[in-house]
Nanobody
Framework: EVQLVESGGDLVQLGGSLRLSCVYS????????VGWFRQAPGKEREGVSS???????FYEDTVKGRFIISSDYAKNTVYLEMNNLKLEDTAVYYC???????????????????WGQGTQVTVSS
């Protein structure tokens, strides 16, 4: 059973920083990337970033250079450090085991279409 528990979301000022955490279980990090998605009310869920067990990282263009994804293999935990937050970063953030569809540009998808409760990030001006 895939289980995903996101935490760390908060209300933060424009330009501030947060670190999100994702504790996962029910799948092997050796077989799937673990990624972060986000969704604002009325908008489509979008992929943000993912990490592979060997440390390879992927970032969506809008967060590249501002967000840093990392993992602790032994703790079954993936983190998303968010810096220089913008208003458009406001969303519910979800983690999930992921893979990339080989399109141009590649598209990040939830491997099992199982979602946790998410964690709310709100950026205020």
């Amino acid at each position: 059973e895939v289980q995903l528990v996101e935490s760390g979301g908060d209300l933060v000022q424009l330009g501030g920083s947060l670190r999100l955490s994702c504790v996962y279980s029910g799948f092997s990090f050796d077989d799937y990337n673990v990624g972060w998605f986000r969704q604002a009310p009325g908008k489509e869920r979008e992929g943000v970033s993912s990490i592979r067990s060997d440390g390879e990282r992927f970032y969506e263009d809008t967060v590249k250079g501002r967000f840093i994804i990392s993992s602790d293999y032994a703790k079954n935990t993936v983190y998303l450090e968010m810096n220089n937050l913008k208003l458009e970063d406001t969303a519910v953030y979800y983690c999930a085991p992921t893979y990339y569809v080989h399109t141009v540009p590649p598209r990040m998808v939830n491997a099992f279409n199982v979602w946790g409760q998410g964690t709310q990030v709100t950026v205020s001006s």
